[in-house]
Nanobody, 124 residues
Framework: QVQLVESGGGLVQAGDSLRLSCAAS????????MGWFRQAPGKEREIVAA????????YYADSVKGRFTISRDNAKNMVYLQMNSLKPEDTAVYYC?????????????????WGQGTQVTVSS
């Protein structure tokens, strides 16, 4: 059974940094895309970043390019999202997700597995 467990959220001020972690278990993820999504109150869930576990190809949403970095640790089965220069508009619940497709699909509805989410709040 696939489990994705996020941690690292919190309340920070604008300009601060946070690192989110996702512990993945339950299967071998070498053929998976691992992604971070976020959902702000009243808004749809959107992709933030994604990485293919073995190929290493990476995607970033335009809104976070240059500020966020996605990475993975194969030995620990962990996926990270380093968030720098945080803005109030980054406030959302952040979710870790996994998808076994060969080609990245940024629509959250097609992703197979999800964590429970972690709240990130950025004050101005």
């Amino acid at each position: 059974q696939v489990q994705l467990v996020e941690s690292g959220g919190g309340l920070v001020q604008a300009g601060d940094s946070l690192r989110l972690s996702c512990a993945a278990s339950g299967r071998t993820f070498s053929r998976y895309y691992m992604g971070w999504f976020r959902q702000a109150p009243g808004k749809e869930r959107e992709i933030v970043a994604a990485i293919h576990w073995s190929r290493g190809d990476i995607y970033y949403a335009d809104s976070v390019k240059g500020r966020f970095t996605i990475s993975r640790d194969n030995a620990k089965n962990m996926v990270y999202l380093q968030m720098n220069s945080l803005k109030p508009e980054d406030t959302a619940v952040y979710y870790c997700a996994a998808d076994p497709r060969l080609v990245l699909n940024i629509e959250p509805t097609v992703w197979d597995y999800w964590g429970q989410g972690t709240q990130v709040t950025v004050s101005s």
